[in-house]
Nanobody, 126 residues
């Protein structure tokens, strides 16, 4: 079983930055893609960013493009989300996820991922 542990959330003023980390561990962890999603109160969980583990190719939601950067450290089995120019509407619980089965579902969809972290709160004050 794969364990995913997020860290780095917190409270920040609008315009500030945060860096989220997600460390994956478990039985011979191997990932095809890793992603970040977020869920604000009363809203559905939505796609933020994803990265192909081998190629490093990235995908971003339009709402974060140019402000957020996803990256990975393969030896550490860790994925990062650098969040700059934060806005109050970025406030949400952020979840990392891993696709360990080469899902045919596009990486922007929840169903592409089989392992999820517990989430970390990001709050952006105005």
């Amino acid at each position: 079983q794969v364990q995913m542990v997020e860290s780095g959330g917190g409270l920040v003023q609008a315009g500030g930055s945060l860096r989220l980390s997600c460390a994956a561990s478990g039985r011979t962890f191997s990932s095809y893609a890793m992603g970040w999603f977020r869920q604000a109160p009363g809203k559905e969980r939505e796609f933020v960013a994803a990265i192909r583990w081998r190629s490093g190719n990235t995908l971003y939601a339009d709402s974060v493009k140019g402000r957020f950067t996803i990256s990975r450290d393969q030896p550490k089995n860790t994925v990062y989300l650098q969040m700059d120019s934060l806005k109050p509407e970025d406030t949400a619980v952020y979840y990392c996820a891993a696709d360990t089965t080469a899902s045919p579902i596009t990486a922007t969809r929840l169903g592409a991922y089989d392992s999820w972290g517990q989430g970390t709160q990001v709050t952006v004050s105005s």
